[in-house]
């Protein structure tokens, strides 16, 4: 009923930029939470950053300061602005909402993206 669409993701020098996106889509009466997780090899999957409601924000403390985390209510879309990477931010990324949909206005619905991939160079 709902789809994620991530861009953004590729390879880039220790110390670059990447900004990705994530486009909601589908059948959405509201969406009350968006974010970015991110598993690397071997690892379990971890919260990157969190926007809830538009406003509330959080972040996982290797990246603050450095991860930006940002929405467009409008578009349904979030965006991370990842500065200063790291070979350690190497990872898949994954978006994920927490969607209320149309045909069940009384229940909050967990969705994901199918990832993308960053990989930071040293």
């Known amino acids: 009923q709902v789809q994620l669409v991530e861009s953004g993701g590729g390879l880039v020098q220790a110390g670059g930029s990447l900004r990705l996106s994530c486009a909601a889509s589908g059948s959405i009466f509201s969406i009350n939470a968006m974010g970015w997780y991110r598993q690397a090899p071997g690892k379990q999957r971890e919260l990157v950053a969190r926007?809830?409601?538009?406003?509330?924000?959080n972040y996982e403390d290797s990246v603050k300061g450095r991860f930006t985390i940002s929405r467009d209510n409008a578009k349904n879309t979030v965006f991370l602005q990842m500065n200063s990477l790291k070979p350690e931010d190497t990872a898949v990324y994954y978006c994920?909402?927490?969607?209320?949909?149309?045909?069940?206005?009384?229940?909050?619905?967990?969705?994901w993206g199918q990832g993308t991939q960053v990989t930071v160079s040293s």
């Open positions: 926007i809830i409601e538009g406003s509330n924000t």
């Open positions: 994920n909402a927490v969607v209320v949909v149309t045909t069940a206005p009384n229940t909050m619905f967990n969705y």
